[in-house]
């Protein structure tokens, strides 16, 4: 099996910090991680290698400093990493990210053979767009599952794989044909501890550095800001809640106290009061 | 199994460790360096103030890339009581040097930046990675690590235990004692962010001009301990410390001093309107040249805060760490290029190359005070800081009592406290340890 991850080196989230003068996201000095929803598609790939054999390719776009992430990944256990990064790429929106990666895995499978799985995460917790899996499936047109939440079988000689997929109002089972892409729900598997051979290779390998040109991506107005017709109108960082908690004594009865607070809610959304009276009316 | 074998293991990333390993790495050695942070630095604290010196015996131009803060002009020392302080302050020019001798860093920063240079020079660097144990072949000689990730042993001619003042390795394998209350200090840190320009205003400051106030006194509520204030770019580091077996015996908790000495009226108006961004605690070890355990054996040797190698009273720690782990890495190197094994007669090459140097002689000047200080903290943090204080306020106040009397008043409230015999001893003791 040749499976494909791509992941995202995303600024560490829980220590981030906002400017306390200026009100801007504090980057410097900020650590980097692999997205988390990557790993737990990184680890599945991982498992179907160990299952089947084969070799799993971890592929970024981002600046030089994203190859950290990529040793992570090799860390953890994956075979080769491929980082795609070029000036050209810059201000990328979902669209031309999705573009630049799909010409690369096409440029993947020529220099390294088919990949049967490509696997995304479910969304990156700097974006949260969760439009890239999905995007690179459509360009790549091959079947998409996303929120996959366990894989149950998969069958290289077939090229088969049935697996699980969280739905609205329930579980969806579904049965596939490969190649197909992948965005793996965060908790379906637990992320693997590298061996310290893992950790020893990826200190010392060679990440594959690719321009726009080395994945021999043709359009290059489809990459970059170029191509992104998303346009950020205003950042900001979020305001603090003014809003103050309200405590309600308690009534003489159950039945009071109830009807206190309901009175509050109500106090301050009559749409809520009115919507709910129509509602209740009805019964 | 790891079949490969490097020269040399260095256990840890933080200024020993870095420094060892970028001494041996930068001389041909084949060098691991195993860090159990999320990255190197990640796990490192300290107040902290760089030694420049130190550093340039490593890397002479760090200051071209290296993550520095402020270079140092002035130094307060303040000793304080519950609402006032009896300061001495120097300030020089001369300090506004071309190669300025002492700056304040963030460590994290700082030693990720030590840790890339070390890489640089070949240096293999794993992170999240603890190593659990000291593997030795039957004779006892230390041979490699085992770690917590799968994969079993890693063998090195040579181990250098660069682990910090908790020494778990060390005191595991029976090579030092596991650290006495009485031999750390629980030092407790915040920084506080605020504007540049309401730094440089407050404390006077021009450009990358910076300043360290610290402070001792009845802050500490009779314990040994001390205060601390550096300012940083943009933040300023506060902290306060005390041995942890004063601790033990007391109910005061580390932030709770931290508290009072924040809300002091001589340091309440420096950090007014700051932000805290991080809270951060450590120890430190104390114990001064009477604990330093046994530094080398065979196939490893300690440096750094593991070998107990602070000097309490210069409050230099980062820099004895920094030197020991090129004395580490300097004998190795030399060794290796001998052809000789690490055996523990050979690698006293190292403990030879730390008593030749001011590492050991400061040590050795100050073996007295830890224990004097601990012993009378009583009196050296809440009996004088107090006494001067009513001297001061005694001397500056004008009421109409003619001077003679207010001598004589403060002299007599030197001698009701400690009388005449105590004095004298106080001041022979200090005297004798100093020396």
Redesign the interface.
């Known amino acids: 099996m040749k499976i494909l991850v791509c992941i995202k080196q995303v600024p560490d989230s829980a220590q981030i ?1 906002v400017h ?2 200026t009100n801007t996201i504090m980057r410097q ?1 900020v ?1 980097t991680i692999i997205n988390p929803y990557d790993l737990f598609s990184l680890e599945e790939a991982l498992k179907i290698r160990d299952k089947f054999g084969g070799e799993v390719t971890v592929l970024t776009m981002g600046p030089p400093m994203a190859s950290e992430a990529l040793r992570k990944a090799l ?1 953890i256990g994956a075979d080769r990493a491929i980082l795609l990064t070029d000036r050209s790429f810059a201000g990328s929106d979902t669209l031309a990210t999705t573009y630049a990666l799909s010409q690369a895995i096409r440029k993947i499978e020529k220099v390294y053979g088919d990949q049967d799985i490509v696997f995304a995460g479910k969304q990156t917790i700097d974006g949260d767009t969760a439009q890239v899996g999905p995007g690179v499936a459509k360009r790549l047109n091959i079947l998409q599952l996303t929120y996959v939440s366990k894989i149950e079988s998969c069958d290289p000689e077939k090229r088969e794989i049935i697996l699980e997929r969280r739905a609205e109002g329930g579980v969806q089972v579904l049965k596939t044909k490969l190649p197909c892409l992948i965005t793996m729900l965060e908790g379906s598997n637990e992320v693997r ?8 290779r990826a ?2 390998a060679q990440i594959v550095t690719w321009s726009a040109k080395d994945a021999e991506i043709a359009d290059l107005t489809k990459c970059g800001l170029k191509g992104s017709p998303t346009i950020v109108k205003k950042v900001f960082a979020p305001t603090p809640r003014t809003d103050r908690a309200k405590l309600i004594e308690p009534g003489k009865t159950a039945g009071d106290t109830a009807e206190a607070m309901i009175g509050a809610i109500f106090a301050r959304s009559a749409s809520l009061e009115e919507d709910m009276t129509k509602l209740a009316s009805g019964f | 199994m790891i079949e490969e074998k490097f020269d040399a293991i260095v256990i840890g990333a933080g200024m020993a460790g870095n420094a060892a390993a970028y001494t041996m790495a930068s001389r041909g050695l084949k060098v691991l360096q195993l860090e159990r942070g999320e990255y190197p630095g990640s796990k490192n604290v300290q107040g902290g103030i760089l030694y420049a010196d130190m550093l340039e015996k490593i890397i002479p131009n760090f200051r071209e890339e290296a993550p520095l803060e402020r270079h140092l002009v002035e130094q307060r020392f303040w000793m304080m009581t519950d609402r006032s302080h009896t300061g001495l302050q120097y300030r020089s020019d001369d300090f506004n040097e071309e190669s300025p001798n002492r700056y304040t860093i963030i460590r994290s920063q700082f030693d990720r930046w030590f840790n890339k240079e070390a890489q640089a020079k070949g240096t293999i660097v794993i992170a999240e990675t603890t190593v659990t144990q000291l593997v030795s072949d039957a004779y006892g000689k230390v041979i490699g690590v085992a770690t917590d990730r799968r994969g079993g042993t890693i063998f090195a001619d040579v181990v250098v235990i660069a682990e910090g003042v908790n020494g778990l390795l060390g005191s595991r394998a029976g090579l030092r004692e596991t650290p006495k209350a009485d031999h750390v200090a629980l030092a407790v840190k915040e920084m506080h962010f605020l504007p540049r320009e309401t730094i440089d205003a407050r404390f006077n400051l021009h450009g990358d001009e910076g300043v360290v106030i610290e402070a001792a006194g009845t802050i500490s509520k009779g314990m040994t301990g001390m205060g601390f204030i550096y300012t940083n770019k943009e933040s300023i580091s506060v902290g306060m410390g005390c041995l942890v077996s004063d601790f033990a015996g007391t109910t005061e908790t580390p932030y709770g001093l931290l508290e009072a000495f924040k809300k002091h009226p001589s340091v309440a108006p420096l950090l007014e309107g700051s932000e805290v961004k991080e809270y951060a605690a450590h120890l430190i070890p104390e114990g001064g040249y009477k604990t330093i355990p046994e530094l080398f054996g065979d196939g490893w040797v300690v440096v750094g805060d593991a070998a107990q190698l602070n000097n309490a009273i210069h409050r230099e720690g980062s820099n004895l760490a920094m030197t020991s782990g090129r004395f580490a890495g300097e004998a190795i190197f030399q060794l290796k290029t001998r052809r000789e094994p690490m055996t523990k007669q050979n690698l006293a090459l190292y403990k030879k190359l730390l008593d030749e140097s001011f590492v050991m002689k400061d040590l050795k000047k100050y073996k007295d005070m830890p224990a004097l200080l601990h012993t009378q903290a009583k009196n050296y943090f809440l009996a004088y800081p107090k006494l001067m204080s009513n001297a001061m306020e005694n001397f500056l106040r004008v009421d109409g009592t003619p001077k003679i009397d207010k001598e004589k008043a403060s002299i007599r409230a030197f001698v009701k406290e400690r009388n005449w015999t105590g004095l004298f001893g106080d001041a022979v003791r200090l005297a004798r340890a100093w020396r």
């Open positions: 910090r306390p003068v000095g650590p860390a501890r590298g061996t310290i051979d893992d950790s020893l200190a010392r």
